[in-house]
């Protein structure tokens, strides 16, 4: 009780204190700008940490991370841009909420279920880290390879109403990350014989060209053809969710910050594969599953709740056995060291008082979380008095600047925008995007794990039957496609009888 004591009172003072809320604005400003993401905060926060002391330093990296996540949720809901790629399943019900006129309870409520997740994982971290990352370090390549794949089983639910629609665009998303040298034999793959290909496409470039370039598009589009859209902000305000809006989700967001908490605990697993699977399990749970996609609440609840829920999860590895589960936890990894806190097993005997320090630390950035975003709403609920053509603009000149600070690569902005047109086209023709989101976020995970197992094994198959986890996850991959294909067949055949009824 000593020590924690000594970590509060450290953690405490106004210098930790103002460090920790200063890192959480910065996060949350650069996290719900779209590329300029937390990782990109987090990277320029760093080299300020080295002249602080060790708890602010450690306070402004943390606050930078937690404001960073919950920040994406921003730009997700209101422009229908994710911020962050673990926002992107938040765009999903999000935005439809904005065209709807309840971008307030909408932002409201993500930031609520977002603390509600993020403190979650912070008691499971307190209470049962050495357990937790006992289990997360016997997830080996292949059986991160069984989870991914069964991450990517969600496809067919994301599919909308045509399951062969839904695998086309989920083989695009792959065949996108797949261009580029390939990391580990070196290969060109798909390049053309174009130098600049052979950077690949990343991420956060074909983010912003799947969502933001088609809204540019359509706007523009409608613009000239002489159509106003306006967007209701007279009654805008600050709001939350009711107690009973909560209580009637609580098994939900209980569920999905236990989804979060576990796959952040799994190194190289992170908020997008977090923020689908638990979309995923609350499409599928929902007694009202065709709701989803067209403004459903829950919708962002789910993946709200379980990417804040990341947070602790990924921390729960890195103080225990000092392995990052991302880029962004390798910064705080890097932070943590130069001011002479070294994570593994050792920490808990050395540094417990940092230890506690973190704790506070990262309930202290949640606190400042719920103040900034409600505080926020009612500045944030104002860009959709912009005109949509005028907006358009400004996002585009946002979007070329993001895209271009990734990787300091003027290429990456062509990329983003023949893949915006893409997207565009792909959507007139009915081929849904988020299937394609879903491919680019789990497609080179899923393929770097399987080759890394194959080499540890040397070429044998046996590393993936004789896991129990990894048959677990194949099992219940195999039990969502079997599901969703008689979905599929059940729903065609009252459709064909009337057909042939009718004629």
């Not at 499971?124 to 370090?137: E, G, H």
């Not at 990924?314 to 880029?327: E, M, Y």
């Not at 959709?384 to 946002?398: D, F, H, M």
Request: with cysteine; glycine share 12%.
């Amino acid at each position: 009780m000593d020590l924690f004591y000594q970590a509060a009172v450290a953690s405490l003072t106004p210098a930790a204190i103002g460090a920790v809320g200063l890192g959480t604005l910065i996060g949350l400003i650069f996290g719900s700008i779209p590329g300029l993401t937390f990782t990109v905060a987090l990277a320029l926060a760093l080299p300020i940490t080295f002249g602080m002391d060790t708890v602010p330093a450690i306070g402004i990296l943390l606050g930078t991370y937690i404001g960073g996540m919950t920040g994406g949720s921003v730009s997700a809901i209101l422009l229908g841009i994710p911020g962050t790629p673990s926002s992107a399943a938040t765009v999903l019900d999000g935005y439809p909420m904005t065209r709807q006129g309840r971008a307030s309870i909408a932002l409201g409520t993500a930031v609520i279920v977002s603390s509600i997740g993020g403190l979650f994982s912070l008691l499971v971290m307190i209470v049962s880290v050495n357990l937790v990352s006992k289990i997360a370090i016997q997830f080996g390549p292949a059986e991160i390879f069984a989870l991914v794949l069964f991450g990517m089983s969600t496809i067919c639910g994301l599919a909308g109403g045509s399951m062969l629609k839904g695998l086309i665009a989920g083989v695009l998303g792959l065949m996108i990350m797949t261009v580029g040298i390939d990391a580990i034999d070196g290969v060109n793959r798909m390049t053309f014989g174009t130098i600049n290909m052979m950077q690949g496409v990343n991420l956060l470039v074909a983010m912003i060209g799947l969502f933001a370039v088609p809204y540019i598009i359509e706007t523009f589009a409608r613009h000239g053809r002489g159509e106003t859209e306006t967007n209701d902000t007279q009654s805008l305000r600050v709001e939350l969710p009711s107690f009973g809006l909560l209580g009637r989700n609580s098994w939900l967001i209980a569920r999905c910050s236990a989804i979060g908490t576990v796959i952040g605990a799994i190194p190289g697993a992170g908020g997008p594969i977090a923020a689908f699977l638990a979309y995923d399990n609350a499409r599928r749970f929902s007694k009202k599953p065709e709701r989803f996609g067209r403004g459903a609440i829950e919708g962002v609840i789910a993946p709200e709740t379980a990417n804040n829920a990341v947070t602790g999860g990924t921390l729960i590895p890195l103080l225990s056995l000092g392995i990052p589960g991302d880029p962004a936890t390798a910064i705080v990894l890097a932070g943590l060291m130069v001011h002479g806190i070294t994570p593994g097993p050792a920490l808990f005997m050395q540094s417990e008082v940092q230890v506690y320090g973190i704790y506070i630390a990262v309930a202290l950035a949640y606190v400042f979380i719920l103040v900034l975003q409600l505080g926020g709403i009612r500045l944030f609920v104002h860009v959709l008095r912009i005109p949509p053509q005028l907006l358009s603009v400004v996002i585009l000149v946002l979007c070329v600047v993001g895209a271009y600070s990734i990787r300091n690569s003027v290429f990456d902005i062509y990329t983003m925008a023949v893949i915006g047109v893409l997207a565009y086209a792909l959507m007139r023709v009915g081929i849904p995007t988020t299937p394609i989101i879903l491919g680019m976020v789990l497609g080179p995970t899923l393929e770097n794990e399987f080759r890394t197992a194959m080499a540890l094994s040397d070429g044998n198959w046996d590393i993936f039957y004789t896991s129990p986890v990894a048959l677990l996850f194949f099992g219940l991959a195999a039990l969502i496609v079997g599901l969703q294909t008689l979905s599929g067949l059940r729903l065609r055949k009252p459709r064909s009888f009337a057909e042939t009824s009718n004629a």
